[in-house]
């Protein structure tokens, strides 16, 4: 088995090599020193006769570290070609007359212009960075696409061209997947499966899937890890840290080591296959009650961490001609059980779809008609608070109470230094008031509102963690995709129906009741400590009812503590530089004596 994990590894960096499209080729453009740097080792260190395979490898303790070092070395050639081609995009977009005043960029401009790769120094800063998120590989497509989400923290000529980089990647070839599968589940592939087609139906950064058919007779699809994707991403994310380090410091208005932790917690989480076979079995069951929701069902037997099996779910995506020959009842449940399955997720278990797309949802047909979700590698997850405080932000913003979702919405960001959350509030009833305006001729958008009001919290210095975002994304799902079966579709009307069920559902008995037995001791301990708490209550109103005493004393311990500060603070003006411990001193002083007079 270690034979052909070296063999996989090996032959998948071939192929890197050999790879013509010019989007994945490495660039020869640099700043003065290029950014072209060492070709990189296979993932393995390997011994190898003149035109053998590889032998056994060689125990080698710095292999780690060299492998870190190069990777280090082509992050920072291509980081430098993009920080020299934004300063020559931004040079070129000046008007002559600013050129002649920043003659010190303009100069470097000139200087680096040359050493760059012609098919991208002529482009924005945008393509840019597209482009060599892409040439960097998997770990950087994904940060990349993370960073595509981020509308409310970034500039949207940014996050409009990232969003390019969920167009379908290069596909690894079937061979090397079919020893992958064998190694990974232990059993030769016929043994497994009847067949299993060798074109992909799908090929992400990550991982690509087959459709396959079981011993048993169950269609199924495979999804597999690309060969030598986790060491990459592994290294990749360990130098991540230390740039989001540094970045904090130039861009703190960004956030961008909030943004590259936030990516890296999912991006663990999606090199491990059976986190996803959990998620689906965790949808599923929220979902029992509704047979009309579907979830692939996962088959562990013929998995492992690099290698998932789940059920095919055989049905049609919104927006293919399918979709339009339904009758307009079914296009109507079409809608509502992708309403009634998005809103449930979002504010009744906190557990959501967070990359949800079009791609992603299947219409089954019937009877019944039901709609299933696939891909479910990325989740994102509230807990109870930040739950039900969405929960009733949502409920405020459908029903038009502006100062409530306002006030839901601020309690729900992280505040930064010098943060003003009053004004935030304010801005956020501003612009929602505009947007229900709008509602009245047809024109209007929930998910937009969200966002929109989100990407206020950056002005105020208030903050919003990447699955609030990830949640707008699902919600601009549900309105596109119903808008898509629905043209007439009233988005208020729909969402109102369904959040007043999950509100109401909020209160009921049974729900209730195991909140105070889940909370028993707590709330045993408070009744058994009552009579004690009401009698140090009793005590501190008779106290506060009483008139003061008039202390002679007081003013004469006043005086004294005014004297100690003013003294204090003069004597360490005089016999240091901390101006600001001896001022501070003498204010408190100053303000002991004038509180005393």
């Excluded at 060798?198 to 396959?212: D, K, M, N």
């Excluded at 306002?406 to 309690?411: F, S, Y």
């Excluded at 699902?474 to 988005?491: K, N, Q």
Aim: charged share 20%; net charge positive.
């Amino acid at each position: 088995m270690a034979r052909y994990n070296h063999d996989i590894r090996f032959l998948t960096h071939r192929m890197a090599q050999d790879r013509t499209p010019s989007s994945l080729s490495p660039a020869p453009d640099a700043p003065p020193a290029g950014d072209r740097p060492p070709a990189e080792d296979p993932p393995n260190n390997v011994s190898q006769i003149d035109g053998g395979p590889p032998m056994v490898p060689v125990c080698q303790p710095l292999a780690a570290y060299r492998r870190l070092g190069r990777r280090l070395l082509t992050v920072v050639c291509q980081l430098s070609g993009l920080l020299a081609g934004g300063i020559v995009a931004y040079v070129h977009d000046l008007p002559m007359e600013q050129r002649r005043r920043r003659r010190l960029l303009s100069r470097v401009a000139t200087l680096v212009e040359p050493r760059l790769d012609p098919a991208l120094v002529h482009q924005t800063f945008a393509v840019q960075l597209r482009q060599r998120l892409e040439r960097l590989g998997p770990t950087y497509i994904k940060l990349g696409q993370i960073m595509a989400v981020r509308e409310d923290m970034l500039p949207r000529t940014l996050t409009d061209e990232l969003k390019n980089l969920f167009d379908q990647a290069p596909a690894v070839p079937f061979p090397v997947i079919r020893r992958l599968i064998e190694s990974e589940l232990g059993r030769p592939l016929a043994d497994l499966f009847i067949q299993v087609e060798e074109q992909p139906i799908g090929s992400a950064s990550l991982a690509q899937v087959h459709r396959a058919t079981t011993r048993a007779g169950q269609a199924v699809v495979i999804k597999v890890l690309k060969p030598g994707v986790r060491d990459t991403v592994l290294t990749d994310l360990k130098l991540l840290r230390g740039l989001g380090a540094i970045l904090n410091q130039v861009l703190p208005q960004y956030q961008p080591a909030a943004i590259i932790e936030e990516f890296r917690s999912y991006t663990i989480r999606e090199l491990d296959l059976t986190s996803e076979a959990d998620n689906g079995e965790v949808f599923a069951a929220y979902f029992h009650d509704s047979p009309t929701i579907l979830f692939p069902r996962m088959y562990r037997e013929l998995s492992s961490t690099k290698v998932l099996t789940m059920a095919f779910l055989d049905g049609f995506k919104p927006g293919s001609p399918a979709t339009f020959a339904l009758s307009d009842q079914d296009r109507a449940q079409v809608v509502n059980l992708g309403a009634q399955a998005v809103l449930r997720m979002l504010y009744q278990y906190g557990f959501f779809h967070a990359d949800l797309h079009a791609g992603n949802l299947m219409i089954l047909r019937g009877p019944p008609l039901r709609i299933g979700f696939v891909d479910l590698g990325m989740v994102g997850r509230f807990e109870d608070e930040t739950r039900r405080r969405l929960l009733y932000y949502y409920h405020a913003l459908v029903n038009g109470d502006v100062e409530k979702a306002a006030q839901h919405l601020g309690g729900i960001a992280r505040l930064g230094s010098r943060s003003d959350p009053d004004g935030f509030g304010r801005a956020v009833q501003e612009l929602s008031r505009r947007f229900l305006l709008r509602a009245q001729y047809g024109d209007f958008s929930i998910a937009r509102l969200i966002l929109e009001s989100m990407r206020l919290g950056g002005r105020y210095r208030m903050y919003f963690r990447v699955e609030l975002v990830l949640m707008v994304k699902a919600l601009v799902t549900f309105e596109g995709v119903g808008r898509m079966v629905d043209p007439d579709l009233d988005v208020v009307a729909l969402s109102r129906t369904h959040v007043a069920a999950i509100f109401r559902a909020q209160f009921r008995p049974g729900r209730l009741t195991r909140e105070l037995w889940r909370n028993g001791p707590e709330l045993l301990d408070l009744a058994g400590r009552l009579p004690e708490l009401l009698a140090q209550s009793s005590r501190r109103l008779e106290r506060l009812s009483q008139p003061p005493t008039a202390n002679p004393l007081a003013s004469l311990r006043g005086a004294i503590v005014a004297a100690a500060c003013i003294l204090g603070g003069v004597m360490t003006l005089l016999q240091s530089d901390a101006w600001l411990a001896g001022s501070s001193l003498m204010l408190v002083g100053f303000w002991c004596y004038w509180r005393d007079r």
